[in-house]
Each structure stands twice: as C-alpha cells, then as structure tokens.
C-alpha cells in the first residue's frame, strides 16, 4: 500500500511552523544581515532567509558541471529560483533548470555514446516555513519542504515525484558573518519502500564581508546514504545596492575531482 510518509511528515511540520511562528520587537530589521539579499545559492546550502509578504526574489545562475556517468563530459546547468513571500511566515519557491547540450560530436566519438539527457529538467517547487518564533533573529530554523515533478525534457529518463524536506539552521556571529547549516532527505517515490533508497543532504556554510561591498561564501557538504558524494564550494559576491547580488564561485567534488565553476545574480524587489 502506498503510503505518503514524507509529505505528511512535511505537512506536520509545516503546521507547527504556522503556529510557532511569530513577530517580535527581537527581530534584527536594521541588521546588514537582514537587510541585505540573502541568496539560496550558490552552493548546496539553502539560507534560513524568508522574504516578507509581497517581496519577490530571483537567484539564477549557471553552472560548469563536472564529468559523470548521467549527464556525461563536463556540462553547463542553467538554473534559476523564483521566491515569493507570503503571509504567516510562509515563502513559496519554483526552481526550474536547464541542463545544456553537449558539444557536438564527431562521428568517431558518437558511435556507441548513450545519449545524454539534454534541455529542461523537471520543476521543483516548494515552500519554507518558519519554526523559530521570530522571523530574522540571530538564531533562525525554517522548515523547507520541496517536491520535484516528473516533467522536464523526454530525454530524462526514469522520472518521478521526489519529495524532500530539509531542516534549515543559521546562527549570526557579530553584525555581518553568517553559519548556516542544512540537514534532508530526498526520496522518489511516495512508497514506504521508497525511504529505504533515498539519500541524506548536509552542508554547513559561512557568509560573511570582505570590505565594502564584497563578501564571501564557503560551504562543506555530503549527499548520498551508504556512498556519500562530499564537496567544498568557495566564492565572492558584490552587491551594489542591498537587493541585487552577483557571484562567482568554484568547487570540487572530492570523490571524482571534478571541478564546479559558476556565476550567477540575485534580484530582490521591493529591494
């Protein structure tokens, strides 16, 4: 019998989000850390930043994916996240990827080459929710729960829902430096069985400034369950005004020495 063990443990989640969620007078609203744009990307890690009821946010970006047995020789990924703010402490979030087609091939290497899966990848959309008691503190836990649908260009193959949820935590060290760490589970499949192949997201990242308008991001991360796949990500950002950020960024896969390199902005409106 199929049984929805992830969502509704999301669901539940989510509902004592709703009621522990609340707005104080210990909210940071002068903070840099508060009123500057806090992305969801680059990186494994997602921020515990919730944007207020009627603030919309992009973070888009591309990235230089390494060698792999799915997608084959390096890769580009497009990817960009549509946030919304919402009321009682609840932000919505679509994310929609474009994987790039490999370099056109000569004849010689062609022959006997899988085709590789190329153009939109299925959307993902989700939500965050507020566990902590007061939105943008110097301690902060929001809920993330997420569901990846089985659309997206016909050469992914073997596509189905995947529901995720992940645990978000930030702690502000000073005025301006930021710890964040995820923790998650990511399955596909709606049945019990299903968790028993799913696999574990945990990352832990810091933010912080380099002077004037330039800062940095660092992040460790593991993914996987029984064979963990473990990377470092690193880059510097320069954010003009407080709602629009650009980056760049570089990674490294530890278990197959592939290198990541990326760009990308974030928009936040009203800023």
């Known amino acids: 019998?199929?049984?929805?063990?992830?969502?509704?443990?999301?669901?539940?989640?989510?509902?004592?989000?709703?009621?522990?969620?609340?707005?104080?007078?210990?909210?940071?609203?002068?903070?840099?850390?508060?009123?500057?744009?806090?992305?969801?990307?680059?990186?494994?890690?997602?921020?515990?930043?919730?944007?207020?009821?009627?603030?919309?946010?992009?973070?888009?970006?591309?990235?230089?994916?390494?060698?792999?047995?799915?997608?084959?020789?390096?890769?580009?990924?497009?990817?960009?996240?549509?946030?919304?703010g919402f009321f009682n402490h609840i932000e919505l979030r679509a994310t929609q990827g474009y994987l790039h087609p490999l370099a056109r091939l000569t004849t010689g290497e062609a022959s006997?080459?899988?085709?590789?899966?190329?153009?939109?990848?299925?959307l993902t959309v989700g939500a965050k929710f507020l566990a902590s008691t007061v939105q943008n503190a110097r301690s902060q836990v929001v809920v993330l729960t997420e569901l990846t649908l089985p659309n997206g260009d016909a050469s992914f193959v073997n596509k189905?829902?995947?529901?995720?949820?992940?645990?978000?935590?930030?702690?502000?060290?000073?005025?301006?430096?930021?710890?964040?760490?995820?923790?998650?589970?990511?399955?596909?499949?709606?049945r019990a069985a299903d968790t028993k192949v799913g696999q574990y997201t945990a990352s832990l990242a810091l933010n912080g400034p380099l002077g004037g308008n330039f800062g940095f991001f660092t992040e460790a991360y593991a993914i996987g369950r029984f064979s963990w796949q473990k990377g470092i990500n690193t880059g510097v950002s320069w954010r003009p005004v407080p709602g629009f950020r650009v980056d760049v960024t570089a990674g490294h896969q530890l278990n197959n020495n592939g290198l990541l390199l990326g760009t990308g902005l974030s928009l936040r409106l009203p800023k």
Do not use: C, W
């Not at 006997?112 to 299925?122: D, E, K, N, Q, V």
């Not at 995720?164 to 760490?181: F, I, K, P």
């Open 1 to 84: 019998m199929r049984k929805t063990i992830l969502l509704g443990a999301a669901a539940l989640l989510g509902a004592a989000t709703h009621s522990l969620a609340q707005t104080s007078g210990n909210e940071l609203t002068d903070s840099p850390f508060v009123r500057n744009i806090r992305p969801d990307r680059p990186g494994v890690t997602i921020t515990t930043n919730m944007l207020y009821p009627g603030q919309v946010q992009v973070d888009a970006g591309i990235q230089q994916l390494p060698a792999s047995e799915a997608f084959g020789r390096h890769r580009a990924m497009s990817t960009a996240t549509l946030r919304v």
């Open 112 to 122: 006997g080459r899988p085709t590789s899966p190329a153009g939109l990848a299925p």
């Open 160 to 190: 189905a829902y995947e529901p995720s949820a992940r645990l978000l935590v930030s702690q502000l060290l000073g005025q301006r430096y930021g710890l964040e760490g995820n923790f998650g589970f990511r399955q596909r499949g709606f």
